[in-house]
């Protein structure tokens, strides 16, 4: 039998073809192994417990649940929601035929616009509606973005509305959101700067003075500035989120979330923040709304960034909301207390 051998040159070069061949696979399998990762601990993780999912996701899902009381905001209400504390403590007192369903509808860095669209389209599709909605903010939020006018997502994404971006959603709509938020709006840029300002731990549990000086200059700066201050419910979703829900006979409560112990001190004097405060209530009276402000009912240990609960607070804010809120607030449902 006749055999055949390759002369040197020719099997150097196969030779160099195939290891290249084979470093370029693992490099490959590497780097879509390292993708996959980040994309499953962003999934899974997000920020203490904050809801990153893309928005057609959360629809989706939200589609195929049954739920009496439905929980909503940004990520400070994704975060402090503990389902499970919340229905041990409002169910432990009801028949066990009239136990309730709870859902947590909040979406970690998204405003109040988006989710006036995601319940709106949400339960255009679905036969049973909620009961009750309990929305969370803090401080301007509500009207801070004054979307109809001023505050336009097709100067960012080239696209006609917030309807639009929400049925392509997915990744590309929760970037555009999280960009344009901190590009355009003064409530999430200062929230940011905090953010940025908290990561500057020099120890676990001791901030530095200089540190500490400058989320002071951050607060007092925010809860200074009088022309962010104005409670305009024409220029926001807030009116259409409470219109929506008369119509749909589903009846809607305001939280304050929680803010910091040095937060707290600047809201506490800020003549623009009270000012805008008795705006709202006329609003929240004149529409038959109750605020309820769990504005310092934590201590700051539950807030590790000073803006999300930590899980230890998403506990400890579950049980207050359930003893005082809740229970008082159950629908269609008779309590022997």
């Known amino acids: 039998m006749r055999k055949y051998f390759r002369k040197p040159q020719e099997l150097g070069t196969c030779l160099s073809i195939t290891y290249g061949k084979l470093i370029s696979k693992k490099v490959l399998f590497y780097l879509l192994a390292l993708i996959m990762l980040v994309v499953i601990l962003d999934l899974l993780l997000g920020k203490w417990g904050e809801n990153r999912l893309p928005i057609s996701v959360i629809k989706n899902n939200f589609l195929r649940s049954t739920a009496n009381i439905v929980f909503m905001g940004d990520g400070r209400m994704a975060s402090a929601i503990d389902l499970s504390i919340i229905e041990k403590e409002i169910n432990s007192i009801l028949p066990k035929e009239n136990d309730l369903t709870f859902y947590n509808l909040a979406v970690g860095s998204t405003p109040i616009g988006v989710h006036y669209f995601l319940i709106r389209d949400s339960l255009q599709m679905k036969e049973e509606k909620p009961n009750l909605i309990i929305y969370g903010f803090q401080d301007n939020e509500l009207t801070e973005i004054e979307f109809k006018d001023d505050w336009n997502l097709n100067l960012v994404s080239g696209l006609e509305d917030i309807p639009t971006l929400i049925q392509i959603s997915d990744w590309s709509f929760n970037h555009i959101v999280d960009f344009s938020l901190k590009e355009f709006s003064h409530l999430y840029r200062y929230r940011q700067k905090i953010s940025d300002s908290i990561s500057k731990l020099y120890d676990r549990n001791t901030l530095s003075k200089s540190i500490l000086k400058e989320q002071s200059n951050l607060y007092q700066n925010f809860y200074s500035e009088a022309d962010k201050w104005v409670f305009k ?62 504005r310092n009912s934590l201590d700051d240990r539950f807030l590790p960034d000073a803006i999300h609960l930590s899980p230890e607070g998403a506990k400890a804010f579950s049980e207050q909301i359930s003893r005082q809120v809740i229970m008082d607030n159950i629908p269609t449902v008779d309590v022997d207390y």
Do not use: C, W
């Open 233 to 294: 419910p024409d220029k926001s979703y807030l009116s259409e989120l409470v219109e929506f829900s008369n119509k749909n006979d589903i009846k809607i409560l305001l939280v304050e979330m929680p803010m910091s112990n040095l937060q707290n001190q600047f809201a506490e004097d800020s003549h623009p923040r009270k000012t805008y405060f008795t705006s709202l209530g006329k609003y929240l009276s004149a529409n038959q709304i109750s605020l309820f402000s769990f």
